[in-house]
């Protein structure tokens, strides 16, 4: 999965990234999580709950310019790809984009292909650089498979099956092993046989979950107030 963050405020400007982000997606199956801001602050505290492969900044908003949050983002980290998106395209700004290791400056408005090329980098880099990985004993033989490309898990008479975009992977561990090794992370057992990672959450109903793509997960009554709990946080830093 790639993580995207808009910070523009914008609005008609960041619902084209966010459209492109998702043409994108479907055009290459590859997951895209995308978050949108509106300021610096607000995109600086997120930060403290996640972070993000690329973030798409514009130079000119309140409170907060683009560079000042490029700066701050810089001193906590140094791997995010940073693109600058603005209307000012000049060599004092370009300047400034090399001073906090930007990787592009993008004139508005932003075409769909320029886009895909950024994307498409980002995530070959990803997949080279290999975020942390699950390593899985099947029958395959071992398979090291990427946690953010995790949809859920769900236990299969006495087996865990693993749902990602592309497949579905059989493991023969125990379902509470996986809680153990990702529970930390954005993944919680909704159910005795579930564990939901919380970015593939596209709603919360009376007793389960909708993720991407439709897939229903049911929920248990004892579960239901700890889950509305770390869903109310997680969605709290994507606003």
């Known amino acids: 999965m790639l993580k995207v963050a808009i910070c523009d405020d914008n609005e008609d400007f960041t619902k084209r990234i966010e459209e492109h982000t998702e043409h994108f997606s479907h055009e290459n199956n590859i997951d895209v999580k995308v978050s949108r801001f509106i300021s610096g602050p607000q995109l600086m505290l997120s930060y403290f709950y996640k972070k993000y492969d690329i973030i798409f900044l514009d130079i000119t908003m309140p409170e907060m ?3 000042e949050t490029a700066e701050r983002i810089r001193k906590i980290d140094s791997n995010v790809v940073i693109i600058f998106c603005s209307s000012f395209y000049n060599l004092p700004n370009l300047q400034k984009c090399v001073q906090v290791e930007a990787k592009d400056f993008l004139g508005k408005p932003v075409l769909y292909r320029k886009i895909e090329l950024i994307l498409n980098k980002v995530y070959n880099k990803k997949i080279i650089n290999a975020e942390e990985k699950l390593m899985l004993k099947t029958q395959e033989g071992i398979i090291a498979l990427q946690i953010s490309d995790i949809i859920y898990m769900e ?3 006495k ?3 693993i749902h990602t975009a592309n497949r579905n992977i059989v493991a023969y561990k125990k ?10 992370r954005l993944f919680y057992r909704c159910h005795q046989g579930y564990l939901v990672n919380l970015d593939y959450v596209e709603r919360v109903q009376e007793d389960s979950l909708i993720l991407k ?3 229903t997960i049911p929920v248990s009554k004892s579960k239901k107030e700890e889950l509305l709990k770390k869903m109310a946080k997680y969605v709290a830093y994507q606003l």
């Not at 379902?175 to 930390?184: A, C, N, P, S, V």
């Open 175 to 184: 379902l509470y092993e996986f809680e153990k090794r990702l529970g930390d």
């Open 159 to 161: 087996a865990v099956v």
């Open 213 to 215: 793509e439709k897939v």
């Open 65 to 67: 310019d683009g560079f």
């Open 155 to 157: 236990t299969e008479n």
